[in-house]
């Protein structure tokens, strides 16, 4: 089974600069999917961006973009000209969709992101 | 309208007691999953079903237990073997297949007096 680890439980950022927020995971699968969810204050989860293993290019999303390090088992999550509304939860997800049992996603433990007027 | 229903949303339960949390969605998807949340440990995956009246473990099934007789309905129950059942819960569905989203329902908070 993959295991996501996000290190920062809380990150901070000025209105309009860019902040960038880190994931690790570990599957051993060749192919996967990553994900970042945005859980705020209403507590509705919200899908940000993913990215499909196999594709070597970075996913885009207007303010929102992916470093993916396939070797690295890494994938960031750069918000470019942070705005009040992006203040929430942010969750990494990793998905082994060709485990026997079935697809199966796991989530890592959030970052905590505050923007700052 | 399309979406995933959760209720209810508030549930409070005495401690030796069971209780089942429900979760419904239109969307036909196939899968489904219910999640625990608590501060600081992020979402940890309780179980999960690709197919009606079949079901996984996820990594803390431990005092739960779940149903899969209909497609649109996935509900939880809760029962007095979790210790520390205190908690938000959260289902989600998705589409079977490669790289499709989840859709959330809006959360339970159960708390045990």
């Known amino acids: 089974a993959q295991t996501v680890t996000q290190s920062q439980p809380e990150m901070s950022v000025q209105e309009a600069e860019t902040v960038t927020l880190s994931c690790t995971y570990d599957?051993?699968?060749?192919?996967?999917?990553l994900f970042w969810y945005k859980q705020p204050p209403s507590r509705q989860m919200i899908l940000v961006i993913r990215?499909?293993?196999?594709?070597?290019q970075n996913a885009t999303e207007n303010r929102f973009s992916v470093n993916f390090q396939k070797a690295a088992k890494s994938f960031s999550l750069k918000i470019s000209d942070s705005q009040l509304g992006d203040a929430a939860m942010y969750f990494c997800?990793?998905?082994?969709?060709?485990?026997?049992?079935?697809?199966?996603?796991?989530f890592g433990e959030g970052t905590q992101l505050t923007v700052n007027p | 309208d399309g979406g995933i229903t959760q209720s209810p949303k508030y549930l409070f339960r005495k401690e030796g007691q069971n209780v089942t949390l429900s979760c419904e969605q239109n969307?036909?998807?196939?899968?489904m999953y219910w999640y625990r949340q608590d501060p600081g440990q992020g979402l940890r995956l309780i179980y999960y079903?690709?197919?009606?009246?079949?079901?996984q473990k996820g990594d803390i099934a431990e005092g739960y237990s779940v149903s899969r007789e209909k497609k649109e309905s996935f509900p939880l129950t809760v029962t007095s073997a979790q210790k520390n059942p205190t908690a938000f819960y959260l289902c989600?569905?998705?589409?079977?297949?490669?790289?499709?989203?989840?859709?959330f329902g809006q959360g339970t908070r159960l708390t045990v007096v």
């Open positions: 989600a569905s998705r589409r079977r297949g490669l790289n499709t989203e989840a859709f």
């Open positions: 599957t051993s699968e060749s192919d996967y999917y």
């Open positions: 990215q499909e293993a196999y594709k070597q």
């Open positions: 997800a990793c998905d082994d969709p060709y485990e026997t049992s079935g697809s199966r996603l796991t």
């Open positions: 969307l036909n998807h196939d899968a």
């Open positions: 079903s690709q197919i009606v009246n079949d079901f």
